[in-house]
């Protein structure tokens, strides 16, 4: 059995990398500029079946770049989740905005039905646009982020943001891999679906460029703006002339290089993802109290986190993390709840009421690709001494 550290996700890279990054420094095209950031921007939209693709510094800098495309200005309210990470939001405020925060179904996504709920009972439509009663604001768009891998109920989302006039912006950050198999959506892949897309390439991510975004879209005039933003919206490269506020989003060409690598390895990550998720599945079943939260059926995930729900246990959640700790295995809870923080004190916060129970009884388990079936064992073996 493995007797080494367990970390929880950690990068994966016995491809190409250091061949293709070598190549990069060689031609000494290592910053924003170089082949392979365009290589990688048409693996990517290739992959994905995106119209195309513009890569960027980060999944939080796609999602900035994504609001200011969907038209969200200062004073504006933006639906988004509460249960995710806090980078999925905070680009609403970098926009003088404020979020509505939203429940989550047993998905961990964002619950449609308390989106629709929200928009029917505390907002009215006024010329085609959406506005909330109570506050007399304006609700322009919606956020929805793909959790762990999962995918959000984008049938019903996309209905909900047709019907109110909201541009959908989908935080795949943690999905690249994922897509729908059956239903309207069927050969959709996640950020593919709604108006815009996000990916990231954090290093615990499903691949990854060291850090590193990706924006995705139907829409030639979103991707082109996009680029226009990511760039310091330069309208003359030559003499430097620019026409509305840019960002230094880009991407470099080293980063690229990795990522490339990447790609020609993502449909085996995700096939060891499975693997491995049905592993853990196989040795949780028969262990009462704890259970291994499943994937939104008709889908296909690429199953980037597992995560371990805990009930009725003789030790709580954080006691069983503590004691994983201690024998050399590395897990963590979910994220604090975004309406509890303190940037978002005051903030709206829709019938708020699965999320804390999730909040309270999730474990992630270790979940690299890197991962071996003996690593497995020891995680569920040390589950069991843990809980007994």
């Known amino acids: 059995m493995s007797e080494g550290f367990i970390p929880l996700s950690v990068p994966n890279l016995k491809g190409k990398e250091l061949e293709y990054v070598t190549e990069a420094v060689r031609s000494e095209w290592v910053s924003t500029a170089g082949s392979y950031v365009s290589d990688f921007e048409a693996s990517i939209a290739d992959y994905v079946d995106a119209q195309g693709a513009v890569a960027c510094q980060s999944g939080t800098a796609g999602i900035h770049t994504a609001l200011i495309l969907a038209?969200?200005?200062?004073?504006?309210?933006?639906?988004?989740?509460?249960?995710?990470?806090?980078?999925?939001?905070?680009?609403?405020?970098?926009?003088?905005?404020?979020?509505?925060?939203?429940?989550?179904?047993?998905?961990?996504?964002?619950?449609?039905?308390?989106?629709?709920?929200?928009c029917t009972q505390e907002c009215e439509m006024r010329d085609g646009v959406l506005f909330h009663k109570a506050s007399?604001?304006?609700?322009?768009?919606?956020?929805?982020?793909?959790?762990?891998?999962?995918?959000?109920?984008?049938?019903?989302?996309?209905?909900?943001?047709?019907?109110?006039?909201?541009?959908?912006?989908?935080d795949a950050t943690e999905a690249l891999g994922t897509y729908y198999e059956e239903g309207p959506f069927a050969g959709s892949y996640a950020g593919t679906i709604g108006d815009i897309g996000i990916y990231s390439f954090n290093g615990n991510k499903i691949i990854t460029t060291g850090g590193g975004g990706m924006i995705v879209s139907r829409s030639d005039e979103y991707l082109a703006h996009a680029k226009h933003l990511t760039t310091q919206a330069k309208s003359d490269?030559?003499?430097?002339?620019?026409?509305?506020?840019?960002?230094?989003?880009?991407?470099?060409?080293?980063?690229?290089?990795l990522g490339l690598a990447q790609m020609e390895q993502l449909d085996r990550f995700i096939e060891t993802k499975n693997k491995n998720y049905d592993h853990y599945q196989s040795l949780l079943k028969d262990i009462e109290g704890?259970?291994?939260?499943?994937?939104?059926?008709?889908?296909?995930?690429?199953?980037?986190?597992?995560?371990?729900?805990?009930?009725?246990?003789?030790?709580?959640?954080?006691?069983?993390?503590?004691?994983?700790?201690?024998?050399?295995?590395?897990?963590?809870?979910?994220?604090?709840?975004?309406?509890?923080?303190?940037?978002?004190?005051?903030?709206?916060?829709?019938?708020?009421?699965?999320?804390?129970?999730?909040?309270?009884?999730?474990?992630?388990?270790?979940?690299?690709?890197?991962?071996?079936?003996?690593?497995?064992?020891?995680?569920?073996?040390?589950?069991?001494?843990?809980?007994?």
């Open 71 to 118: 038209g969200v200005k200062a004073d504006d309210l933006v639906i988004v989740p509460t249960l995710t990470f806090i980078a999925a939001v905070n680009p609403v405020k970098y926009l003088g905005a404020d979020p509505v925060f939203m429940d989550c179904d047993d998905s961990l996504c964002i619950d449609p039905k308390k989106v629709r709920a929200f």
């Open 237 to 257: 490269p030559l003499y430097y002339e620019h026409d509305e506020i840019g960002y230094n989003y880009r991407l470099t060409n080293l980063q690229a290089a």
């Open 290 to 388: 704890v259970s291994l939260l499943g994937f939104r059926e008709g889908v296909n995930s690429n199953k980037w986190f597992y995560s371990l729900l805990c009930e009725d246990l003789a030790i709580d959640r954080d006691a069983l993390i503590s004691f994983l700790q201690t024998k050399g295995i590395q897990t963590r809870p979910i994220w604090g709840l975004i309406h509890e923080q303190a940037p978002y004190e005051g903030a709206v916060a829709y019938q708020i009421t699965e999320a804390p129970k999730y909040r309270s009884k999730v474990v992630n388990l270790p979940c690299s690709t890197n991962l071996e079936k003996e690593d497995i064992d020891r995680v569920v073996t040390m589950i069991e001494e843990a809980i007994a």
């Open 136 to 170: 007399n604001r304006r609700v322009s768009a919606l956020v929805v982020v793909h959790v762990f891998g999962n995918m959000a109920d984008m049938g019903e989302l996309m209905e909900i943001a047709q019907e109110f006039h909201l541009p959908l912006i989908e």
